[in-house]
Nanobody
Framework: QVQLVESGGGLVQPGGSLRLSCAAP????????MSWYRQAPGKERELVAV????????NYADSVLGRFTISRDNAKKTVYLQMNSLKPEDTAVYYCKAEVTTWKKYEYWGQGTQVTVSS
């Protein structure tokens, strides 16, 4: 059974930093593109950042560009989201997703980790 396990969420003051991790020990991790999404109360889930299977390319939502950095360690089967200069509007549950398309699309989600930015 594929499991994605997020960690690193918590309460932080505006301007602070957090680093989220998503481990996928049972996944053939190196072939999957990995993404971070977030969902704030009353809002739809939105894409925050994505990284290709090799880590050679990344993409970000405009709202986090320049503040967040996605990275991965294929040997550790872990993807990270470094979040700096956090704002109250970054408050949300953050989810990681693994996706690959071979002869069909495979997609797996983590359970989410809460990030709260508040003074």
């Amino acid at each position: 059974q594929v499991q994605l396990v997020e960690s690193g969420g918590g309460l932080v003051q505006p301007g602070g930093s957090l680093r989220l991790s998503c481990a996928a020990p049972t996944l053939a991790f190196s072939i999957y593109a990995m993404s971070w999404y977030r969902q704030a109360p009353g809002k739809e889930r939105e894409l925050v950042a994505v990284i290709t299977s090799t880590g050679g390319s990344t993409n970000y939502a405009d709202s986090v560009l320049g503040r967040f950095t996605i990275s991965r360690d294929n040997a550790k089967k872990t993807v990270y989201l470094q979040m700096n200069s956090l704002k109250p509007e970054d408050t949300a549950v953050y989810y990681c997703k693994a996706e690959v398309t071979t002869w069909k699309k495979y997609e797996y989600w983590g359970q989410g980790t809460q990030v709260t930015v508040s003074s």
